[in-house]
């Protein structure tokens, strides 16, 4: 699915929260970061923090929408 919609910066809610807010299916178990089920590819010029730090293994291009939240527009690929 390829789609564009807005998550304010200030948001308290995940990224995670956002995608299904918008009825985007992306596969989860903690929403913690401990497992690492709901990892995604980021492009290099996209920028989230962590709300927690997460403790699942993600590689340089991936993160965890479970437990981040955007600081800048983000393109994600949720099909990993």
């Given amino acids: 699915m390829n789609g564009t919609f807005e998550v304010p910066f200030t948001s308290?809610?995940?990224i995670l929260e956002a995608?299904?807010?918008h009825t985007?299916?992306?596969h989860y178990q903690?929403?913690?970061?401990f497992c690492g089920a709901c990892r995604c590819k980021i492009s290099d010029a996209s920028k989230i923090a962590y709300k927690?730090?997460?403790l699942a293994y993600i590689d340089d291009?991936?993160?965890l929408p479970c437990c981040s939240i955007p600081l800048s527009d983000i393109d994600i690929d949720v099909t990993t």
């Fill in 12 to 14: 308290e809610k995940t």
């Fill in 24 to 26: 985007i299916d992306v």
């Fill in 30 to 33: 903690c929403r913690d970061g």
């Fill in 19 to 21: 995608l299904e807010n």
């Fill in 52 to 54: 927690v730090d997460p």
């Fill in 61 to 63: 291009d991936e993160f």
